[in-house]
């Protein structure tokens, strides 16, 4: 409508290193459709040259969501001056309403570089997506410095706040740093408009077939390792096993039994939105941090999997960023390391079936509604 799109007409940047598949690509397009949606004129300024090989692309794949939510693309790229020279012409060349919503923290500092070079005023607000303890030291240490340039700063999960507060709190110098600067959570969410929130599932009367789905990269800490191990099992030796990977990793695949191999499915170039949901599918995530005390189990692919009704497995003690998950059947927490009950428990979450009710529930809480108005509130627009 006319009239929503035109509310105050601020405009919105928000950037992002690339439009590659991954999860704070998913986190920024999912933003600037639901900013587009809430009457915000959108520009989405990618730090990289755009990729255009389909199967690494979010980009290629969602092209005409871009264009549906009218969404405008600004690449800044090469090396740091050019890319500070780049957010100058940016900043200079917009109105007076400038807000800028960034997913990097190097792209924040030259941000505000370029605001001061070019004697503007821009609010910036910065969304950190790594848990600190994932980083080496000297990395970590130039994260917090890069985290000052910013406004205001958010965090994607408590286990990172809890992170990241630690290590200021245990710090003199960066204690001093931040004594005026808070980190506020900012959950994920999930924009509805491009999911089909309503899947064909196959009916109650016909067989339900446990499918185990894993998506994601195939690496160990992402738990594929453990999904390959639970197929081993004998409470799961007549289950199929979908793998949806970004690319391949023969490695993983070498000397498998072909008890296994008969019922794997290997998808590769392939994400959330090429999988069709049935019944008797459970998703697997389990995550392993390996030394970090601090553990994130609710994966952006949790949340879209909850939206369509499908159960998620997940690695146990992560749910400090979704509460609501803990009494609500969609999502079990687990103990990898006892296979044997963890593949009754993945047994058992293949036999449930979740009324229209309970996921309207879901979905009211992990709509990314939720992470604009936080946005829009901050904004004060």
Not at 73 to 97: E, Y
Request: aromatic fraction near 12%; glycine fraction near 4%; include cysteine.
């Amino acid at each position: 409508m006319i009239s929503d799109y035109t509310w105050h007409m601020k405009t919105v940047f928000i950037v992002v290193q690339n439009l590659k598949i991954g999860g704070f690509q998913r986190v920024a397009l999912d933003e600037a459709y639901a900013f587009s949606s809430k009457g915000f004129r959108v520009v989405l300024v990618v730090l990289e040259q755009l990729e255009k090989d389909y199967a690494k692309s979010f980009y290629i794949r969602e092209i005409d969501l871009i264009e549906k939510f009218e969404i405008q693309l600004s690449v800044v790229s090469g090396n740091r001056r050019q890319q500070l020279i780049s957010f100058r012409s940016l900043i200079r060349n917009s109105d007076f309403n400038q807000y800028y919503i960034s997913h990097n923290l190097r792209a924040s500092v030259l941000i505000r570089l370029a605001s001061i070079i070019s004697a503007r005023k821009v609010q910036i607000y910065t969304v950190i997506h790594q848990i600190p303890s994932l980083s080496d030291r000297i990395q970590r240490f130039k994260r917090f410095l890069y985290a000052r340039s910013s406004n205001k700063l958010f965090i994607f999960s408590a286990a990172a706040l809890e992170d990241w507060n630690k290590r200021i709190n245990s710090n003199r110098f960066l204690k001093m740093l931040y004594r005026s600067k808070n980190i506020e959570l900012l959950r994920n969410g999930v924009f509805f408009g491009r999911i089909n929130i309503e899947p064909t599932f196959v009916t109650a009367s016909q067989t339900r077939e446990l499918r185990m789905i894993f998506i994601g990269r195939p690496t160990f800490w992402k738990g594929i390792g453990t999904v390959l191990a639970l197929a081993k099992t004998e409470q799961l030796s007549n289950s199929k096993v979908v793998l949806y990977l970004p690319y391949a990793n023969d490695t993983l695949f070498q000397n498998l039994p072909d008890s296994l191999t008969s019922r794997l499915e290997i998808v590769i170039g392939k994400t959330f939105k090429d999988y069709v949901p049935r019944l008797g599918d459970v998703h697997l995530y389990p995550a392993d941090y390996g030394s970090s005390e601090f553990v994130e189990s609710i994966s952006i692919n949790c949340l879209e999997m909850a939206a369509v009704g499908v159960p998620s497995c997940v690695t146990k003690g992560g749910l400090a960023t979704w509460p609501e998950f803990s009494n609500n059947e969609i999502v079990k927490e687990i103990e990898w390391a006892n296979l044997s009950e963890a593949a009754q428990i993945i047994l058992n979450c293949s036999q449930i079936q979740f009324s229209d009710l309970e996921l309207e529930k879901v979905r009211d809480f992990i709509s990314i509604k939720n992470h604009i108005n936080t946005l829009v509130y901050s904004l004060g627009v």
